[in-house]
C-alpha cells in the first residue's frame, strides 16, 4: 500500500483531465451572452468549490474515525485532507475575487456565502496551525479531530448561505440554468481537481504516516540519553 | 467507552447545536444582507441617514445615465411590488443593465430617493451561450438573484 502507484496514476489522470477540460473551457466553449470570457472561470470555480468541500467532508469522516478507532491512520488522513482542503478553499476564494471584480464590480463584500467561506478557511486553517503546536501525536489526533468535527457545522452554513439568506452571490447553479454547451468543460475539470484531490490527499497521508513513525519510534540508543520509554503511544 | 468515543459525541452535539442555533435561532432571521424595496419603505423615516445596503432587480426602462458616465440614476424593485429610486455616483460595473440584480450601499435621502455610493450587480444562476433562452423573466430573474427560492411567497397585493 505504501508504494503504491495509483496516486500517481490518480494525478497523471487528473492532469490529463484539466488539460482536456480548460482547453475546451478556454477555447472551444462559447462565451456567455453577457459576462462574456469572464465566465470561463467558471471551468475552474465551480469544480474548485465542489471539491473542497468534499475534501473537507473527507476531513470530517477522518476526524470521526480517528476518535472512534483510536488510529493513528486516521490522524494521518486527517491531516492529508485538511491540507489539500485549506488549499482549495483558499483557491476558491481568489478565484471568486478574480470573477467578482469584472462582473459584481467589487473584489469581495461580506455577504453571507463569502463570509461563511472565509470563516471556513480561517478555521481549518487553524486546526493546521493547531497541530503544529502540539508535540504529543496522541494529544494532536484527539485535539484536531474534535477541532475538525467543530469546524465542520461550518460546511453545510456555506452551501445554504444563498438560500438560507440573500446574498451578493448568486444561487447555485443547475443543468438547466447552464447552457449545455458549457456542461461538459465543467464536468471533466470537476474530475480532473478530484482526481488531483484524491492523488495529493493519499500521498500527503503518506507523508503523515512516515513524520509519525519517526515520532512514535523509539529514540536510538547510541544517540539518546536513557529515558523513559515513550508511554503516549499506547492509549489508554 | 474510551475518551476518545465521548470526544467524538461530544464534539458531534457541539457542531449540531451550533448549527441548529444557526439555522432555527434567532442568528438566521437577524442575519440581513440586504434590504428590498419593501423593507426600506417599511422602515420609513428611520432608513434616511443610516447605513444601508439596498438589494433587486434593475426596473426595465429605468436607466437615465447622467452628466458624465460616472453618475447613473435607476429603479430598483423586489417581488412584493416595491420600488426605490436611486441615485449613484461612480462608474457602474460592466455588467450593470436592465433587469439585472444589484446591490447598493447607501442611505435614503430625505427626498425619497436612495444615496447610493457603491453599486454591485448581483447576477443571477443562469449562464447562456448567445440566442439560447435569452429571453429574460423578470419574476424568475428576482428570484434567482435575490436567493429567495426557498422563502415563503409574499402576500399578492
Known amino acids: ?236 | 467507552m474510551s475518551r476518545g468515543r465521548w470526544a467524538a459525541i461530544g464534539a458531534l452535539v457541539a457542531a449540531g447545536a451550533a448549527l441548529l442555533a444557526i439555522t432555527a435561532g434567532g442568528i438566521g432571521q437577524n442575519l440581513v444582507y440586504y434590504w428590498g424595496p419593501t423593507e426600506l419603505h417599511a422602515a420609513g423615516p428611520k432608513a434616511v441617514g443610516a447605513s444601508i445596503r439596498l438589494g433587486g432587480l434593475v426596473a426595465p426602462g429605468s436607466i437615465k445615465k447622467g452628466e458624465g458616465a460616472s453618475h447613473v440614476e435607476f429603479d430598483v424593485i423586489d417581488r412584493p411590488g416595491g420600488r426605490v429610486h436611486v441615485k449613484c455616483t461612480g462608474v457602474p460595473p460592466q455588467m450593470f443593465r436592465e433587469q439585472i440584480g444589484v446591490v447598493v450601499e447607501g442611505t435614503m435621502d430625505k427626498a425619497g430617493y436612495f444615496d447610493g455610493r457603491r453599486l454591485m450587480v448581483s447576477h443571477s444562476n443562469e449562464y447562456r451561450v448567445p440566442g439560447d433562452g435569452e429571453a429574460v423573466d423578470v419574476q424568475k430573474a428576482m428570484r434567482s438573484t435575490q436567493g429567495l427560492d426557498e422563502r415563503p411567497k409574499p402576500k399578492e397585493p
Not at chain 1, 469572464?38 to 471539491?51: E, K, L, S
Not at chain 1, 482549495?88 to 467578482?100: H, T, Y
Not at chain 1, 454547451?181 to 478530484?194: D, K, S
Not at chain 1, 482526481?195 to 513513525?213: C, D, H, K, N, W
Open chain 1, 1 to 236: 500500500m505504501a508504494t503504491s502507484k495509483t496516486p500517481y496514476a490518480c494525478i497523471g489522470l487528473a492532469v490529463t483531465l484539466l488539460v482536456w477540460g480548460s482547453v475546451w473551457g478556454l477555447f472551444y466553449a462559447p462565451a456567455e451572452t453577457y459576462m462574456g470570457d469572464v465566465q470561463r472561470i467558471m471551468y475552474a470555480h465551480v469544480p474548485t468549490a465542489w471539491n473542497a468541500m468534499l475534501a473537507l467532508s473527507f476531513a470530517f469522516l477522518c476526524a470521526l474515525m480517528s476518535l472512534w478507532r483510536s488510529e493513528m491512520a486516521w490522524d494521518n488522513r486527517l491531516e492529508a485532507a485538511l491540507e489539500v482542503g485549506v488549499v482549495l478553499s483558499a483557491l476558491l476564494c481568489m478565484q471568486g475575487a478574480i470573477w467578482a471584480k469584472p462582473t459584481w464590480g467589487v473584489w469581495w463584500d461580506w455577504d453571507p456565502r463569502l463570509t461563511t467561506t472565509a470563516v471556513m478557511v480561517f478555521a481549518f486553517g487553524a486546526i493546521l496551525a493547531l497541530r503544529q503546536f502540539v508535540e504529543d501525536p496522541v494529544k494532536r489526533a484527539t485535539w484536531s479531530a474534535v477541532a475538525t468535527v467543530i469546524a465542520f457545522a461550518d460546511v453545510p452554513i456555506v452551501y445554504f448561505s444563498v438560500r438560507w439568506w440573500n446574498s451578493l452571490h448568486q444561487l447555485q447553479s443547475s443543468p438547466e440554468t447552464v447552457s449545455k454547451a458549457f456542461h461538459w468543460p465543467l464536468r471533466i475539470n470537476a474530475f480532473g481537481i478530484l482526481f488531483l484531490m484524491i492523488g495529493l490527499i493519499s500521498l500527503r497521508t503518506r507523508v503523515a504516516a512516515l513524520r509519525r513513525e519517526e515520532e512514535l519510534a523509539p529514540p536510538l540508543p547510541e544517540t539518546a540519553p536513557r529515558r523513559a520509554p515513550i508511554a503516549e503511544g499506547a492509549r489508554s
